[in-house]
């Protein structure tokens, strides 16, 4: 038992509780050495001891005194009068030793001092933040200011700054439809996904998600209005603080999204698809998203080690793509006739996949980069929707 609790079960952190079941049958000897321990290295450690003694059924009516009991009742019982956080028992048949083992059990503290991690013995006496299942912003505000000082004064989390923010279902409905995003742009799509998942919820076959959070600086989380205040509570630890924490500790999410700017790139995407569909007319722009949303979902890169998405640089990319185009323009090129090409030799060919960065695995970012057949403004309208954040979200249980 020492060794266990050595092992597992520190002192600072447990409350040591242990029980004894045994005949009372000892060698000559072995009762005192055993007292010894109880009373001098295992009851020290312990908040409560309890010893059970097993008689015999056939012997219960000559041992049922305890003047006829074991030699080690009898030494226990002369440790348990000095210790009140000893409690002992005797147990004739198989009926009693549920009951006994419950009355044994410490109903009252048996010593004053409470062991607990250091951190949390420097809470102040606890009260409840909150007394019944509705919630205002003063109760929300107390309970995220109380899980704030858990999760990073005594976990250590490092999350970033926290934008909570209170939707109805409908807003909800409306957030899954584009993917969570509070900025995005307009398609279709998006309005049909409203109309599913509205029905879907209206007819009581789906829930809507507890909450839906955003890995940008601020982590923006979205909390619903039908949530009970426990709800509540627990949305605004788990995401507020959890998901937030992993998004800007994590090493994938470091290396693949920009917390920072991802807002201001989803909101100047949303300007370009409005001034491309002014320029190029809706129908053009929406056969290039259709076909992004087609391949959107169908690779992921794993292994990329590209520079994250700056807005600066992206509007500088597409200056400079468009003053290449302009500079370079000649109709007279499209009269020059074409000879037949020798096939690849295999040097050339792997010479080609390095320049085009091959293999690649997201296929709207190569789409983006090396079609032939797309315009700027094509490609551009690809990266929209390539470079959208990382959300996650939580579901309830349908309604009844």
Not at 194 to 203: A, I, N, S
């Amino acid at each position: 038992m020492q060794r266990i609790v050595a092992e597992r079960y520190p002192l600072e952190d447990w409350n040591i509780y242990a029980a004894q079941a045994s005949d009372g049958d000892n060698y000559s000897g072995d009762s005192e050495t055993c007292t010894r321990l109880l009373r001098d290295e295992l009851l020290p450690l312990c908040q409560y001891f309890a010893y059970v003694e097993v008689v015999d059924e056939r012997e219960a009516g000559m041992f049922r005194s305890e003047a006829n009991a074991s030699a080690l009742w009898r030494d226990y019982k002369a440790v348990a009068d000095g210790h009140a956080n000893f409690a002992m028992r005797r147990v004739f048949s198989k009926a009693d030793i549920f009951p006994v083992f419950t009355s044994c059990s410490p109903r009252r503290a048996r010593r004053p001092e409470v062991r607990m991690s250091t951190a949390a013995s420097q809470r102040p006496a606890s009260r409840l933040l909150y007394e019944t299942g509705e919630w205002s912003f003063d109760t929300l505000k107390r309970t995220y200011d109380a899980i704030e000082e858990i999760a990073v004064g005594e976990m250590g989390l490092d999350p970033y700054p926290n934008q909570i923010e209170m939707i109805s279902a409908e807003q909800m409905l409306d957030a899954y439809s584009s993917i969570g995003m509070p900025v995005f742009y307009s398609h279709w799509s998006f309005g049909k996904r409203f109309v599913r998942d509205e029905k879907l919820y209206r007819k009581g076959y789906t829930g809507l998600a507890y909450e839906i959070v955003i890995n940008s600086n601020p982590c923006i989380s979205y909390i619903m209005e039908e949530n009970t205040m426990t709800m509540q509570a627990l949305v605004m630890a788990h995401a507020a603080f959890g998901h937030n924490h992993f998004f800007k500790n994590n090493y994938l999410f470091k290396e693949g999204t920009d917390a920072e700017g991802i807002l201001d790139y989803l909101s100047f995407a949303k300007a370009y698809v409005s001034r491309c569909e002014e320029q190029h007319g809706i129908a053009a722009v929406e056969r290039v998203l259709d076909g992004a949303h087609a391949l959107m979902d169908q690779g992921v890169n794993r292994y990329g080690r590209r520079a994250r998405p700056s807005l600066a640089e992206e509007k500088k990319r597409a200056d400079a793509r468009r003053a290449h185009h302009q500079s370079t323009f000649n109709d007279l090129w499209r009269t020059v006739p074409t000879k037949v090409k020798p096939a690849a030799t295999e040097q050339e060919t792997d010479a080609a996949f390095h320049r085009l960065g091959l293999p690649e695995e997201n296929l709207l970012y190569f789409i983006e980069k090396f079609s032939p057949r797309l315009q700027d403004w094509n490609a551009s309208s690809c990266a929209s929707c390539a470079s959208s954040p990382s959300t996650s979200t939580r579901r309830s249980r349908p309604r009844s």
